[in-house]
């Protein structure tokens, strides 16, 4: 991109690491000085890197040995990488560090050696299978806490707490409880506990879509994103708040993590958001808004999208083509919101020099976007996604080959594949966590339970359960990643909306979207808070704002529980046609009364109608379709005769003077 477009007050590379080290503990490695050590943890990154590449072709090992093995190398390498405490040593590793690694390693030996041992005592385990296990529950949830942070190790432990401790709680949520030997065997020698689905699905999916965006990063995706971005809309009113939303959209549907996304593409446009004219909460608010968003976003939605289809048993491409209309929706309601601020406060956007030619950014990078193409072709073709994303890898080594500015060296390869490999070092300790959490959910009867209860609290009224199962899903995913949130949020909550007789598809995307948007809601809301950093704003604040931004987001989920047809749930194309353009309307008069503007500024009793109208186009029906459009229609009536006055009071003012 043009130097002229970059912003004086743009993070600088270092800055920038220093801001996702803050808000994102998965990003706080060590920087080693010792040579060796640095040698050693890039071995084993590339190492574990290059092994699940090549099972992506040859197929994976057993499921236990697989998912052992990939669990305790990322043990490994969260010792050597993460310190134990803020005054710990920060360029080398500890000997503390070296002997829990080496416990790490003896726990994948022991499945290899005594795997036939394992199988034939299947539920009478002897006192090596008890110690091993108990060893590898306290090393998970001590990697845990060095990466993830302490809130889900917390939780992780109340549960095996709650696992052993059962007879002596209320009624409601008793059970019968089980040995220390019991919960730890469980959690280590079967495929339910720590090596159940969520560690199952980073041993494959997520590993290989995290390396594939490493490799994407390191040709320059990002700033072909940015700069299509620019040269697309960064002349409209507003316009740098909307870039921030067009390539924070592309970037997060790759990437995992939203909060990443916040400070690196955020790092550039909430400076260009903040020169031309938008208050420092507000951009952080944008960048935290969009960034989110690229979570529920197809076609990878962050990897959840793969997660899902084997989750629910439904094709890949059954989802993400299902997940489109509603992703649309969700940006659609955050550049109204955008766009209406802009015109409200008279915001330019930049001048067509300092915007780049959208040729010259295609010829320059336009080719990294075929191994996007191939990896959706072949998804779509019916390939597995594991097959998939490794051709996806190969395929942009070969492609960025083309161009000099893009080429990977031998060095950049190695670097892409360690990179990809620490990048996924947080999911996966994530995922080992939440194997814990549901572990015991399945041992005990805690999912039934949780269901119980939510539907007690809706007392028996779609709206009322539909509200408490959207808490649930919120408290659930605070300061998570979307792929534990997923997990999560899916086992915990989404059963109680299958139990009210909603498909099990329309409870998981349900509560997936309100996991999600934990990253905006305070307290927690990392996303938000990275913004802020950046943006220099308040932190809450920020994320209330980055809230009302996100508003599609709260109401879209709403919209296809009671309208499945926005979602393409069996029906015909003239019905979705209808839902989703009702549904577009309603999320534009969402954001016209949110933000109090429409051709000019609103009072407030018709703001209040405005959002009525909204949440009427919500509710199925004809009846409630025509109200909803009715409303509009007023308000559009009044709107216009205001704007004629007040564009008649500017003429005579231009006369007078």
Known sequence: MSEAVRPVEELSTEEQKKLIEKYDTESRFRNFNIPWMVRLVTFIAVGLALFHLITSFTGPLVTLKHRALHTGVILVLVFLLYPSRKKAPRQRATVIDFLLAIMAVATILYIFTDYMGI?????????SDFLFSLLIVILVLEGGRRVVGIGLTVLSALFLLYAYFGPYLP????????????ITTYMYLTTEGIFGTAIGVSATYIFLFVLFGAFLNRTGLGQLFNDTAMAISGHTA????KVSVISSGFLGSINGSAIANVVTTGSFTIPLMKRTGYSKNFSGAVEAAASVGGQVLPPVMGATAFIMAETL??????????AILPGILYYMGVITVVHLRAKKRGLRGLTREEL??????MKERGHLLIPLIVLIYMLFSGYTPIYA???????????????????LSIKGIIGALEDGTRSAVGVAMACAMVGIIVGVASLTGFGLKMTSAILILGQDTLILTLFFTMIASIILGMGLPSIPTYIITSSMA????VQFGIEPFVSHMFV??????????????????????ISGGNPNRTGFISLKLAAAGVLVPYIFVYSPELLMQGTNGWEIAWVATTAAIGVIALGAGLEGYFMTTMVWPLRVITIMAAVTLVIPGVLTDAIGLGLLALVVIVQFIAKKRVTSAHEEEKIAK
């Not at 199988?119 to 006192?127: C, Q, S, W, Y």
């Not at 989404?494 to 909306?497: D, K, R, T």
């Open 119 to 127: 199988v034939n005592r299947a539920g009478l385990p002897n006192t």
């Open 171 to 182: 009624r409601l949520i008793a059970h019968r409880g089980y040995s220390i030997e019991d």
């Open 238 to 241: 507003g316009g740098p708040a």
């Open 313 to 322: 048993g439904m094709k890949y491409s059954d989802i993400a083509l299902a």
């Open 356 to 361: 780049p030619s959208l040729i010259e950014v």
């Open 389 to 407: 994303a490794a051709w996806a890898i190969i395929t942009t080594i070969v492609i960025a080959m083309i161009r000099k500015k893009t080429r």
């Open 494 to 497: 989404a059963p109680a909306l």
């Open 512 to 533: 997936f979207y309100f996991g999600i948007l934990a990253n905006l809601t305070p307290p927690v809301a990392l996303a938000a808070f990275a913004g802020a950093g």
